[in-house]
């Protein structure tokens, strides 16, 4: 029955072929708010009672869900608007909209939701939480178990909620990162939002703070574990034929897509060239 939708996302229409009444909506996966819809129904549990009552009358099988148009995420509300003004939907005679506002209080996802706390660490206030998370690119069933204490985990892409039962830990600030090339990092408010935002791993960041690895990708930290010293090489060969000096190995490697165990072979004569790098101590 629904196998025609697509996990895009767009409009929608839920058609009631006995009486030609529609309701219109949109959604960030077509085929998923469909087949909620449809399981609510099923259940007569759906929030919009004039939906619910036509289903119950006429049966499943007089309901046709159908894509309006394809939209992207950032264009849904405007575009839902637009097809709400456009069928009169609203309209009682004509369809089961009961608000002629996309993502007005009609629809239960749209009340205020209090008490979420963002990657940051500030208290947040949101309405209407589906369309939040269309906007935001997260997951709405994620902070809807947050909002209800349902969720195993303390957050959710760094973002809590005052009822989660597992409490995530005072966001403690970072101080004392050395970036990869030595320069000292301002302290970092929340690890984890800030590695993926720099594509580095926040487990191994933590480890490099607490000394029990040197480095991360290059980057150090002052009360880190300390390393015998960072070497200086002076025989490596571009691929062009010159010879350069690099000092901090790994951190050049990281810069240069070069894999660092095979600029040490090199040096160890393990390997012959790398990348069209080579290694000669004395000039030939």
């Given at each position: 029955m629904l196998n025609h939708l697509?996990?895009?996302?767009?409009?929608?229409?839920?058609?009631?072929?006995?009486?030609?009444?529609?309701y219109i909506g949109s959604a960030i996966d077509l085929h998923s708010r469909c087949a909620h819809h449809r399981a609510s129904l099923r259940k007569r549990k759906h929030q919009n009672k004039?939906?619910?009552?036509?289903?119950?009358k006429y049966g499943e099988v007089n309901f046709?869900?159908?894509?309006?148009?394809?939209?992207?995420?950032?264009?849904l509300l405007e575009l839902e608007q637009?097809?709400?003004?456009?069928?009169?939907?609203s309209t009682k005679e004509?369809?089961?909209?009961?608000?002629d506002i996309a993502g007005s209080p009609g629809d239960v996802n749209a009340q205020v939701w209090e008490g979420f706390i963002d990657p940051d660490g500030n208290d947040i206030t949101i309405r209407n939480l589906f369309d939040f998370c269309r906007q935001k690119g997260l997951d709405f069933p994620s902070m809807h178990r947050l909002a209800n204490g349902q969720s195993k985990l303390k957050s959710y892409k760094g973002w809590s909620?005052?009822?989660?039962?597992r409490k995530r830990d005072f966001i403690k600030v970072h101080e004392g990162f050395i970036d990869p090339d030595g320069n000292p990092v301002a302290p970092i408010t929340n690890l984890a939002e800030y590695c993926r935002k720099n594509d580095l791993d926040d487990t191994h960041m933590i480890a490099v703070a607490h000394g029990r690895i040197v480095s991360h990708?290059?980057?150090?930290?002052?009360?880190?574990?300390?390393?015998?010293?960072i070497k200086t090489y002076q025989g490596f060969v571009t691929p062009s034929g010159k010879r350069v000096t690099i000092t901090n190995l790994q951190a050049f490697c990281q810069d240069n897509r070069l894999d660092v165990v095979h600029m040490r072979e090199l040096i160890s004569g393990k390997r012959k060239s790398h990348k069209g790098w080579t290694w000669r101590l004395n000039d030939e």
């Open positions: 697509p996990h895009a996302s767009g409009v929608y229409q839920i058609l009631c072929l006995s009486n030609g009444k529609i004039h939906l619910q009552a036509a289903w119950d046709e869900f159908r894509t309006l148009e394809l939209a992207d995420p950032n264009e637009k097809w709400i003004d456009r069928t009169k939907c004509i369809g089961f909209n009961i608000y909620h005052k009822n989660s039962v990708k290059g980057w150090t930290h002052v009360n880190g574990r300390k390393s015998l010293g």
